[in-house]
């Protein structure tokens, strides 16, 4: 299985930037990325996903490496409703979206 | 956010008691998902629909039955619960099948005692 590997738990100031860091040596050319994260109490929540370029969208921005072996989520300003355990997850072709959740990264935002 | 509905929201009930939860969409995407989350194993699938009466086996499918009858719900029945069975349960929808984000419900707590 495809798998991917993050840090037990960050820590950010409220208001600056955070890069969460993910490394998927073993993807495959067709893998998309996806980042879910997971608030106290409540059921994974999608934040972004990519193939190949870089994405941004509203919540967050999605930096993929050249060779696709790792990526990083950034937050551009962490908020204390940033405070939650982050995914990086593969989306792998034709597995019907079957996507394996690991333990992710608990993010702590200090005010 | 994604019209997804469970039920019950908390349930506590006997080991040998059948349970059925159920996952209520509005957004008539095609596919939905039962996951279980339990501490030191993340989300795992249990079982995925892909259409009405059209069923497949995730990970952790073993003790567990679904049934979609329309594409609206999505039931997952514990036939006989087990104490291993007690779990939070996330159900999950689709639009396809890749390259798509997944929505999910709040889950629900089951108890089995």
């Known amino acids: 299985d495809a798998k991917t590997t993050q840090p037990n738990s960050m820590e950010s100031n409220e208001e600056e930037p955070v890069h969460l860091p993910c490394n998927h040596s073993?993807?495959?050319?067709?893998?998309?990325i996806h980042w879910y994260r997971q608030l106290p109490s409540q059921g994974p929540e999608y934040v972004i996903h990519?193939?190949?370029s870089n994405v941004n969208n509203r919540m967050a921005s999605l930096a993929i490496a050249e060779d696709r072996k790792s990526s990083t989520l950034i937050l551009h300003r962490a908020t204390l409703r940033d405070a939650a355990v982050y995914y990086c997850i593969l989306d792998i072709l034709y597995n019907n979206n079957d996507m394996r959740f690991g333990a992710g990264t608990r993010l702590t935002v200090k005010p | 956010d994604a019209g997804i509905t469970q039920s019950p929201r908390h349930k506590v009930t006997e080991t040998g008691t059948p349970v059925t939860l159920r996952c209520h969409q509005t957004e008539n995407h095609r596919y939905m998902y039962w996951y279980r989350q339990d501490p030191g194993h993340g989300l795992r699938l249990i079982h995925y629909?892909?259409?009405?009466?059209?069923?497949d086996k995730g990970e952790v499918s073993d003790g567990y039955s679904v049934s979609r009858s329309k594409t609206e719900d999505f039931l997952l029945t514990l036939e006989s619960a087990t104490s291993s069975q007690t779990s939070v349960y996330f159900c999950?929808?689709?639009?396809?099948?890749?390259?798509?984000?997944?929505?999910f419900g709040d889950g629900t707590r089951l108890s089995i005692l």
């Open positions: 999950a929808i689709s639009e396809s099948s890749s390259n798509q984000p997944q929505h």
């Open positions: 629909s892909y259409g009405v009466k059209d069923t």
């Open positions: 073993t993807i495959s050319g067709t893998d998309y």
């Open positions: 990519g193939l190949t």
